[in-house]
T-cell receptor
Framework: NAGVTQTPKFRILKIGQSMTLQCTQDMNHNYMYWYRQDPGMGLKLIYYSVGAGITDKGEVPNGYNVSRSTTEDFPLRLELAAPSQTSVYFC?????????????FGQGTRLTVV | GDSVTQMEGPVTLSEEAFLTINCTYTATGYPSLFWYVQYPGEGLQLLLKATKADDKGSNKGFEATYRKETTSFHLEKGSVQVSDSAVYFCALFSGGYNKLIFGAGTRLAVHP
């Protein structure tokens, strides 16, 4: 019962470095999301996807990129890391159809940019 | 656009106290409403949901009723336990925007 799997769990980056946060789900969900959660704050949507080949911006997309080449995978790319991107990142997925939409979350990636 | 507003925390209660966490929403159409819970060091997990007006979602002693007339989905529990200490998020699924929208979260601390 893997569900949504995120890697890595922790990462420290230097300013200007790049990295990719991996997210994969095995539930054949169409919808996938990337959120960031800053200390003491709620979740802010970075990007989302309604299916393979389709992505769209959320509330805070600047400094990030995504791709969705398969139903299972939805990686998040940071090109030039900045201290403002220090956060906990959550990937989620849902069927996204009908009124019983339920999102399943990964365990999160704690990223620190120094 | 669609949005969710939650009462600010933290909420601090003694064990066996009554809990209410307020949540109101703004949305076009008829969204589905959810409460998610985040225990320390973990990701979010669904606590309960309601998909239409007057529906009551319930789980683990928690309840919330979808009130369309007041656009609210308040979370309640009659007797909290220390193990309920967590952050609680109210959320809606916006069919118009095809995405989940979360409130800011309310931290609950229950002490013995």
């Amino acid at each position: 019962n893997a569900g949504v799997t995120q890697t890595p769990k922790f990462r420290i980056l230097k300013i200007g470095q790049s990295m990719t946060l991996q997210c994969t789900q095995d539930m054949n969900h169409n919808y996938m999301y990337w959120y960031r959660q800053d200390p003491g704050m709620g979740l802010k949507l970075i990007y989302y996807s309604v299916g393979a080949g389709i992505t769209d911006k959320g509330e805070v997309p600047n400094g990030y990129n995504v791709s969705r080449s398969t139903t299972e995978d939805f990686p998040l790319r940071l090109e030039l890391a900045a201290p403002s991107q220090t956060s906990v990142y959550f990937c989620a997925s849902s069927l996204g159809t009908g009124r019983n939409t339920e999102a399943f979350f990964g365990q999160g990636t704690r990223l620190t940019v120094v | 656009g669609d949005s969710v507003t939650q009462m600010e925390g933290p909420v601090t209660l003694s064990e066996e106290a009554f809990l209410t966490i307020n949540c109101t929403y703004t949305a076009t159409g008829y969204p589905s409403l959810f409460w998610y819970v985040q225990y320390p060091g973990e990701g979010l997990q669904l606590l309960l949901k309601a998909t239409k007006a007057d529906d009551k979602g319930s789980n683990k002693g928690f309840e919330a009723t979808y009130r369309k007339e007041t656009t609210s989905f308040h979370l309640e529990k009659g007797s909290v336990q220390v193990s309920d200490s967590a952050v609680y998020f109210c959320a809606l699924f916006s069919g118009g925007y095809n995405k989940l929208i979360f409130g800011a979260g309310t931290r609950l601390a229950v002490h013995p």
